[in-house]
């Protein structure tokens, strides 16, 4: 059984979460006491003999965890609290009444995955999930559209589903989603072009602030004219590469003649 001050704090973090005025300071104080108040009452890692009230009460820290961390941009504590969620999820699934934050939480490790270019790991979490699910789960939807048009190179229709997110907590991920993009597109008009009006660079690279535009340009190098408003993109030499055609030819000759001698 968790002892009294143990579920005397749960109930209190419950309460501090939908608190508009908290300090996230204090959730993240309460997180570490619960932790370890669990962790001493051998009650963090669930086992057989776990009781019903057990398993609900250490599943929700670790799920409220989860959506601090993600509040916190802290993705490593994320992806601990969301490791940790996994045997319930899995092995106590049965035993425990569903819980209505856990798809959310499924929803956000996927664009996690996809932030970090993991198709494999996205794919593999996908199949373990029951079909009715991935057809009408909204909070699974978005991570599979996401990763649809990644592949499809249809980088606006991601940036427009940020604004379709299910919840604030997926902006995060998307935006991440978008810093990536963004390092690619920029990328590739290095290339084509010489330069670019900034309202031009503004659209391709889904920036809604000049302000951030310019930011960006300088961190990359850019050179922006601010009278003529156009971004002048610093080019890197390209490098020449001398073909030996000399003792291309000559090895050429030499195998011709010894291909003669073994005919």
Not at 102 to 111: A, K, M, Q, T
Request: aromatic share 10%; net charge negative; with cysteine.
């Amino acid at each position: 059984m968790a002892p009294p001050q143990l579920v005397a704090n749960w109930e209190r973090l419950k309460a501090e979460v939908v608190n508009p005025k908290v300090d996230q300071k204090t959730i993240g104080q309460l997180l570490l006491q619960l932790k370890i108040a669990l962790t001493e009452a051998r009650l963090l890692i669930p086992s057989p003999n776990s009781t019903l009230e057990d398993l609900v009460i250490t599943r929700d820290v670790l799920e409220l965890g989860a959506f601090w961390s993600v509040r916190n941009k802290d993705i490593p504590a994320f992806d601990r609290y969301f490791s940790q969620l996994q045997t319930f999820y899995t092995d106590f699934r049965n035993q425990l009444p569903p819980s209505p934050r856990e798809y959310p939480l499924i929803g956000l490790n996927l664009i996690r995955l996809l932030t970090q270019n993991r198709i494999g790991d996205f794919h593999t979490t996908i199949e373990t999930l029951p079909p009715s699910i991935l057809g009408d789960n909204p909070f699974i939807q978005h991570p599979v559209h996401l990763e649809r048009w990644l592949m499809e190179g249809s980088y606006n229709k991601v940036w427009q589903e940020r604004e379709a997110a299910p919840s604030e907590e997926y902006k995060f991920f998307v935006d991440s989603l978008m810093k990536t993009i963004r390092q690619e597109i920029a990328s590739c008009e290095e290339k084509a072009y010489d330069s670019l009006p900034l309202s031009d660079a503004m659209s391709l690279l889904f920036f809604t602030k000049q302000s951030d535009l310019v930011t960006f340009a300088q961190e990359r190098g850019w050179n922006v004219n601010p009278s003529t408003q156009i971004i002048h993109f610093a080019r890197k030499t390209e490098e020449k590469i001398e073909i030996p055609k000399e003792k291309i030819i000559v090895n050429s000759l030499a195998y011709a003649k010894e291909l003669e001698q073994i005919v």
